[in-house]
C-alpha cells in the first residue's frame, strides 16, 4: 500500500515537471512525511474512540482492576505504539525498495519504542502500588521500591538509547559508567540512602502510612502520608507538610505512637502541686467531715481502726499528734484519688498500670503525680476525660483543707499592695482622729498638747464632761459645714 501511494506521488511530481533523478528522493520522503501525519491523526482518533467507547465500557466492568489501568494512563501509553508502528514498517519498506539513508530515523524509530515500553511498565508499576495500597492497609507501602525498581528501569533504557542513537557496544557504554562511578554515587548519594532505608523501613515496619511520629529535629509531629524513594512526608496537626529524608528515619530518633493506638489506652501523666503549708494531720471537726464522702468512707473507718488500735498496742501518748500514727489531710485526699479514679468508667485499672505517687518536693509545692492509662485513644476523647478529671480534682481539694500552689500573678501583687495602702490610710486616719482628740482634750484641761505622751495617745482615758460637750460641738460645727 505504501508502495502504491509511493507511485501515485512519482506520477504527481512527473505532471509538475520535477526532475527525473530526484522524483525518486521526493516521492520516499514525502510518502514518510504523510504517512507521520495519518500517524499522529491515527493516535488522536485512537484516543478519541477510546474515550468515548472503552471509558464506557470500563464502567460498567465489574472488575475495578481495569479502572486503575485506566487512571493510571496505561492505555494512553498503549495507543503510541499504533502510530509507531505504521511509521517503522514505513520506514522499514522505504529502505528495502530505495535503499535510502534512513538508518538514523529508524534509529529514532527505536529510540522511541524503547521510551514508550518504559512508561508502559512505569505506568503498570503505579497501577501496582494503587491496588496494593488499597487491598492491604495495614499502612505499608511499597512505593519506595517500585520507585527503586523504576529508576533501574530508567538507567537500563538510557544505556540502550546510547547504543541505538550512537551505534556503540553495551560494554563500552556500561565501561563509561563505571569510570564515572564516583561521580554518580556523589550525585544521587541521597537516592541510593533512600532507597536502603526504605528496605529497612519496609522489613523492620519501623514507620508504616497513617502512623503518628514525632521527630523534633525536623519539626515534624504529625501522621505520614507518603513514604518515597527520597523523601517521607509528615502532615502536622496543624496541617502543614513537613517532608524528611527518608534515610532519616533510620539513622536518627523517631517517636511513633502506632503501638498506643493499636492498644486503644492512653496514658495520663500529670500533677496537681500541693502547697506544703497546707498539709497538717487531721483533727476530729475534719475528720468528721470528710467521713461524710462516700467514695472514702470505708477507707476511713479501717484507717481509723488500724491505727487506734495500733496506738493502743503501743501506750502512745495522743496528747501530742507527733505521737504514734495519725492521717494526714494529704494522705487521705491521695486515697480519695485512688478510690475515684478506680470508679471512673474510662479509666483502664485492670490492665495498664495505675499509679497516683508523690513525688519530689519541689519551689513549687508537692507534686500529686496521677500516673493512669484511659480505655481509648482517640484523641479528642482522651482529652476530654482527662480535663474532666483535673477539673474534679481541683474543686475537690478544698475539702481536705489543702491549697493548690500557684504563682503569684501581677494582679495578687497589684492587690497585696492596694491593701497595704489601705490599712496604711486607715492607720493614718486613725492617728488623725486620735490627734484631734488630743487637742481637744489639751484645750479643756487647758494643758500643753506636746507633754502628752504616745501611750496618752494610744490608751482611751475617761473623757470629762466638758470635754464631751466640747468634742459634741465640734462634730455639730463639722456636720453644718
Not at 474510662?346 to 495505675?354: E, K, V
Amino acid at each position: 500500500m505504501i508502495l502504491k501511494f509511493e507511485e501515485l506521488l512519482k506520477r504527481w511530481f512527473t505532471n509538475l515537471h520535477f526532475k527525473e533523478q530526484h522524483i525518486d528522493n521526493y516521492a520516499a520522503w514525502a510518502t514518510l512525511l504523510i504517512v507521520i501525519i495519518v500517524a499522529i491523526l491515527i493516535y488522536f482518533l485512537t484516543l478519541f474512540i477510546f474515550r468515548k467507547l472503552g471509558v464506557k465500557l470500563i464502567k460498567r466492568s465489574k472488575n475495578k482492576f481495569d479502572d486503575e489501568l485506566y487512571s493510571g494512563k496505561f492505555f494512553n501509553q498503549l495507543s503510541y505504539l499504533i502510530p509507531l508502528g505504521i511509521i517503522d514498517n514505513c520506514v522499514n519498506v522505504l529502505i528495502e525498495s530505495h535503499n535510502l539513508q534512513l538508518d538514523f530515523i529508524n534509529r529514532i524509530v527505536d529510540v522511541f519504542y524503547v521510551i514508550i515500553f518504559l512508561g508502559i511498565i512505569s505506568s503498570l508499576l503505579n497501577v501496582w502500588n494503587i491496588v496494593y495500597s488499597k487491598k492491604f492497609k495495614e499502612g505499608r507501602s511499597i512505593k519506595s521500591l517500585l520507585q527503586a525498581t523504576k529508576m533501574i528501569l530508567t538507567i537500563i533504557s538510557v544505556i540502550i538509547i546510547i547504543t541505538i542513537l550512537f551505534n556503540l557496544k553495551t560494554g563500552t557504554v556500561v565501561g563509561w559508567l563505571g569510570g564515572a562511578s564516583a561521580v554518580l554515587m556523589l550525585v544521587f548519594k541521597d537516592t541510593i540512602l533512600g532507597f536502603v532505608g526504605s528496605i529497612q523501613l519496609a522489613n523492620n515496619r519501623m514507620v508504616l502510612l497513617g502512623d503518628w511520629i514525632e521527630m523534633p529535629q525536623y519539626g515534624a509531629d504529625g501522621n505520614v502520608i507518603d513514604i518515597s524513594l527520597v523523601t517521607v512526608k509528615v502532615r502536622n496537626w496543624d496541617n502543614t507538610v513537613t517532608t524528611i529524608p527518608t534515610y532519616a528515619l533510620i539513622t536518627n530518633s523517631v517517636k511513633n505512637w502506632r503501638a498506643m493506638s493499636e492498644s486503644g489506652r492512653r496514658r495520663i501523666k500529670r500533677s496537681v502541686y500541693i502547697d506544703m503549708t497546707s498539709v497538717k494531720f487531721v483533727d476530729k471537726d475534719l475528720l468528721k467531715r470528710l467521713n461524710k464522702i462516700q467514695n472514702i468512707k470505708n477507707y476511713l473507718d479501717s484507717k481509723d481502726k488500724e491505727i487506734v488500735d495500733y496506738n493502743k498496742k503501743n501506750q502512745i501518748d495522743e496528747s501530742i499528734s507527733l505521737n504514734g500514727r495519725h492521717q494526714t489531710n494529704l494522705g487521705i485526699f491521695r486515697a480519695y484519688i485512688v478510690h475515684y479514679l478506680e470508679n471512673h468508667p474510662m479509666i483502664d485499672h485492670t490492665t495498664s498500670t495505675f499509679l497516683i505517687r508523690q513525688l519530689q518536693p519541689t519551689d513549687m509545692g508537692i507534686p500529686i503525680e496521677i500516673y493512669v492509662f484511659t480505655s481509648t485513644a482517640q484523641w479528642v476523647a482522651y482529652e476530654n476525660i482527662q480535663s474532666d478529671i483535673f477539673d474534679h480534682i481541683l474543686a475537690s481539694i478544698e475539702y481536705f483543707d489543702l491549697h493548690v500552689y500557684q504563682r503569684p500573678s501581677w494582679n495578687d501583687y497589684r492587690t497585696k499592695e492596694l491593701f497595704s495602702m489601705k490599712m496604711s490610710q486607715e492607720k493614718a486616719d486613725k492617728e488623725k482622729e486620735a490627734n484631734k482628740k488630743n487637742v481637744v482634750k489639751a484645750q479643756v484641761l487647758d494643758i500643753d498638747d506636746s507633754s502628752l505622751s504616745d501611750t496618752e495617745h494610744e490608751v482611751e482615758s475617761p473623757i470629762p464632761a466638758q470635754f464631751e460637750d466640747a468634742e459634741e460641738q465640734m462634730n455639730k460645727e463639722n456636720d453644718g459645714n
